[in-house]
C-alpha cells in the first residue's frame, strides 16, 4: 500500500490553503505537481552543473553532458528501450507528435496513403496529420468509439485490408473517458499490414508502465509535466531504422556533422533530431521524476489511481442532472466493479462529465473557489466531443497524490454549484 502521507508531505503546493480551505488538485491530466525531488535536483543542476551541452571542455561542461546524457539513458530504461539513441529529447508530447509527422511523414507518405486515427485523440494526434493531408494529399480514416467510449477496433480491420494504411496514430489513454485502447491488438494488425504505429503516451505514462520493446510499437511520445516533471521537456521514443530513415526536423547547431556554404550532413541520431541548446535542466528533472517514481510500483499506483477513480464514479453518479461519460456510465449502472476488466482498467486516471443546464466553465470556476481544481472545456478533443454530441465537459483527473478523503468533498460541492447554477 502507497503510503499516501509520506507522499503528500513530497509535494509542496498541496499543503496550501485556498480560502481557508485545503486545495484539492484533481488536474493531473493537464499537468501534475512536482515532489521536491525534482525541484531539488533542477536547483542542484543550476547551482552546480549548468553549462552547455555537449561543446565545451571545462569542469561544467562536463558535468552538464553527464547529467543531460544520464537523463536520455533514465528515458531509455523507463520505457525499456533497445539503445538511449532511440530517446529524442523535445519540448512536448506535441513536438515530439510533430516531429513524426514532419519528418517521417514528409518522407515516407505520398498522396493517397492514409493515416489511422481515433477520435479519442487529443488535438496534438490530429493536427499534425490534418496539416500533411493538406500538403501532401494523404487520407486520414477516423476509429469510432461505441457509447462506452471504446474503440471499434473492426473499423481498423477494415481500413489496413484497403492496403494504404501507413500509420496509426492512437493514444495509450484518453485524456477525456480515461479509456485505453487495446494498443498490443492493434500494433499486431498494423503490422501484419505493413503499417507502423505511433503511440501518444501523454496520458497513460504517469498512471502505467510503460515497455515499447513489449508494445512494439514503432513511435511514442510523451511530455515530462504530466509525470511529476517540469514543463518543457519531451521525448520521442523511435525504433533506431525508422529514426535513421528520417530527415532532421529542425536545422541548428548540434543536429549536424558537416556544414558547407551550399550543403550540410546531418549528426547521427539522436543528435540529428536535437538542433540548438536542449532543455537540459528540464531533461535533468525528468529523470529526477522518473526516478521518484521508481520507487513506488505500478500495481499500487494502478490500485490506489483505481479506487480513486472508482470513488469518483460512486461520488458523481449518484447526483441529479448528471452524466459521466464513457465507461463511468457503466460504473453508474453497475457499481465499480465494472470499470475493471480481467487486467485492464477500463477508465484510468480520469472521467468527464456533463450536467444538465450547467456550463462546465460554471461549474468549474465556482469549485475553483473553494480551492477545488477540476478542468472545463474540449479538452483539446474537439471531434470527440462532437462525436459525443457536446461542446464541452469537466474533468476530474487523478495523480499519485490524491486520496478519497479528497474525493468526497467534490459531491457536496458539485451539488451547491449545481443548485446554485440552475436556480
Ligand atoms: C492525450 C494527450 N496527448 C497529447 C497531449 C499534449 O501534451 P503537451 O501539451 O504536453 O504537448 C495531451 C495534453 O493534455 C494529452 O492529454
Known amino acids: 500500500m502507497l503510503d499516501l502521507p509520506s507522499i503528500r508531505r513530497q509535494f509542496p503546493i498541496l499543503s496550501q490553503k485556498i480560502d481557508g480551505k485545503p486545495l484539492i488538485y484533481l488536474d493531473s491530466a493537464a ?56 530517446i529524442i529529447f523535445t519540448k512536448s508530447c506535441t513536438e515530439s507528435i510533430n516531429l513524426v509527422a514532419r519528418s ?50 473492426e473499423m481498423l480491420d477494415a481500413f489496413l485490408k484497403k492496403g494504404n494504411v501507413k500509420l496509426v496514430a492512437v493514444t495509450a489513454q484518453s485524456n477525456v473517458l480515461g479509456v485505453r485502447p487495446p494498443l498490443p491488438d492493434i500494433i499486431t494488425k498494423a503490422h501484419a499490414h505493413g503499417a507502423l504505429v505511433l503511440v501518444d503516451a501523454a496520458q497513460s505514462v504517469a498512471h502505467h508502465q510503460t515497455d515499447v520493446q513489449e508494445l512494439d510499437c514503432d513511435f511514442l511520445a510523451f511530455s ?100 459521466i461519460l464513457g465507461p463511468g456510465n457503466g460504473g453508474a449502472r453497475h457499481g465499480s466493479a465494472s470499470l475493471t476488466t480481467g487486467a485492464l482498467p477500463l477508465q484510468s486516471g480520469c472521467l468527464s462529465f456533463v450536467t444538465e443546464g450547467v456550463h462546465p466553465h460554471d461549474l468549474t470556476e465556482i469549485l475553483g473557489r473553494q480551492g477545488i481544481c477540476l478542468r472545463a472545456g474540449h479538452h483539446c478533443t474537439q471531434p470527440l466531443h462532437r462525436r459525443l454530441g457536446i461542446t464541452a465537459s469537466t474533468r476530474l483527473s487523478v495523480g499519485i497524490y490524491n486520496t478519497e478523503e479528497e474525493i468526497t468533498p467534490v459531491r457536496t460541492a458539485v451539488i451547491q454549484a449545481v443548485k446554485k447554477l440552475s436556480s
Do not use: C
Not at 285 to 312: R, V
Open 224 to 323: 515530462g509535466h504530466k509525470l511529476y516533471g517540469p514543463g518543457g521537456i519531451g521525448v520521442l521514443y523511435g525504433k533506431k531504422e525508422h529514426l535513421e530513415s528520417m530527415p532532421p526536423f529542425l536545422g541548428g547547431g548540434m543536429m549536424i556533422q558537416e556544414v558547407h556554404q551550399d550543403r550540410f550532413t546531418p549528426a547521427d541520431i539522436p543528435q540529428k533530431f536535437e538542433a540548438g541548446t536542449p532543455a537540459i535542466a528540464e531533461a535533468v528533472g525528468l529523470a529526477a521524476a522518473i526516478e521518484w517514481i521508481g520507487q513506488y510500483s505500478w500495481e499500487e499506483i494502478e490500485d490506489h489511481e483505481q479506487s480513486l477513480i472508482a470513488a469518483a464514479v460512486e461520488t458523481l453518479h449518484v447526483i441529479p442532472k448528471i452524466t
Open 31 to 86: 499537468t501534475t505537481q512536482k515532489p521536491q525531488a525534482v525541484l531539488d535536483r533542477m536547483q542542484k543542476f543550476y547551482g552546480e552543473e549548468n553549462a552547455n551541452v555537449h561543446r565545451g571542455m571545462h569542469v561544467l561542461a562536463e558535468r552538464a553532458t553527464v547529467a543531460y546524457e544520464h537523463a536520455r539513458v533514465t528515458v531509455q530504461n523507463f520505457l525499456n528501450a533497445q539503445r538511449p539513441e532511440e
Open 104 to 153: 517521417w511523414g514528409r518522407a515516407h507518405l505520398r498522396e493517397g496513403d492514409a493515416v489511422v486515427l481515433t477520435v479519442l485523440e487529443h488535438h496534438s494526434n490530429v493536427v499534425p496529420w490534418l496539416q500533411l493531408k493538406e500538403d501532401l494529399g494523404i487520407d486520414i480514416q477516423w476509429i469510432d468509439i461505441d457509447d462506452h467510449g471504446h474503440l471499434k477496433t
